[in-house]
């Protein structure tokens, strides 16, 4: 389990994330989600051990993050940055294998391989990584995470991902978002940040609505994804409808003509 109390992180005295409290079970996929500058990037990289906390607690499986070292933390979770810079001309294959690196293990071929079909990044696996498009590049990113947390263990695991699906079409980002969900059959909890309302509908089981570094809601998609809650952290007209085959909602927003009035606390 991932748990975080009260976490706090300042920046020249601001609280960019300001107490916030999750528990993440695996067999679930959490989603933040929230307006530009909120915090959920910076909560992300708090939970990774990327940040250090000013106040409050985060745990993996009982264990404080600052009692992990670092090989012993990249076995428990893996991290998906929103943007990745890669300085050497790599292969894509390599790209990949450095999420074994991570764990101290070299090899793994047959991981790699299965890793690399499930996200369609096997059939340009000897291509020059810095030669992909965006789309191409995440997916290669999300297979380099990946690896690090395919194996069965019986250690629960955790898979951050900040913004997944930014550079995707909308056939990869249901591709991507399936694996995720996928995960939750193998002892791993997802946390991803979203862009994308009705992805993070569609997918998640937990959705933690941050406004101005602090938690506005946090539960069930129907809890969560209500237009006034949606509408007052992103003063803006969202409507939000039942969805169908499954899909639990429909959310659109409008264009900005159609704000007639100001967004109040619900
Ligand atoms: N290192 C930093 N120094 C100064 N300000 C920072 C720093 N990191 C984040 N911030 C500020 O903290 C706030 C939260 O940033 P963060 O990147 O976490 O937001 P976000 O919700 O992920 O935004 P976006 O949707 O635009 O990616 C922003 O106002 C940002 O400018």
């Not at 990289?45 to 106040?55: P, S, T």
């Not at 993996?60 to 001309?89: C, D, W």
């Not at 101005?212 to 069930?220: A, W």
């Amino acid at each position: 389990m991932l748990e975080a109390k009260n976490i706090q992180y300042l920046v020249q005295g601001r609280a960019i994330v300001n107490k916030v409290s999750l528990d993440l079970k695996p067999g679930e996929f959490a989603a933040i989600v929230g307006p530009n500058g909120a915090g959920k990037s910076s909560l992300l990289k708090l939970l990774a051990g990327e940040y250090k906390v000013h106040a409050g607690e985060i745990k993996y499986n009982g264990k404080a993050i600052q009692n992990y070292r670092s090989k012993e933390l990249a076995k428990v979770r893996a991290v998906m940055p929103q943007h990745s810079q890669l300085t050497f001309p790599f292969k894509v294959k390599e790209v990949v294998e450095l999420g074994l690196l991570s764990l101290g293990i070299s090899g793994g071929e047959e991981l790699i391989e299965e890793v690399m079909i499930e996200t369609l990044t096997w059939e340009f696996k000897d291509r020059l990584y810095g030669a992909l498009s965006g789309g191409e590049k995440q997916r290669v990113q999300l297979a380099r995470v990946l690896v690090q947390v395919w194996a069965e263990s019986e250690q629960s695991k955790f898979l951050l991902l900040d913004e997944p699906t930014s550079s995707l079409d909308i056939a990869h980002q249901h591709q991507v978002l399936h694996i995720a969900s996928k995960l939750k059959t193998k002892n791993i909890a997802v946390l991803a940040v979203l862009h994308d309302l009705n992805m993070a509908a569609a997918y998640a089981d937990q959705v933690i609505l941050l406004k101005e570094g602090k938690v506005y809601q946090q539960g069930t998609v129907a809890e969560v994804m209500a237009s006034k809650h949606l509408e007052y952290v992103f003063e803006h007209p969202i409507l939000v409808r039942d969805g169908f085959d499954g899909m639990p909602h429909l959310i659109q927003s409008l264009p900005v003509y159609h704000q007639t009035h100001s967004f109040k606390i619900a």
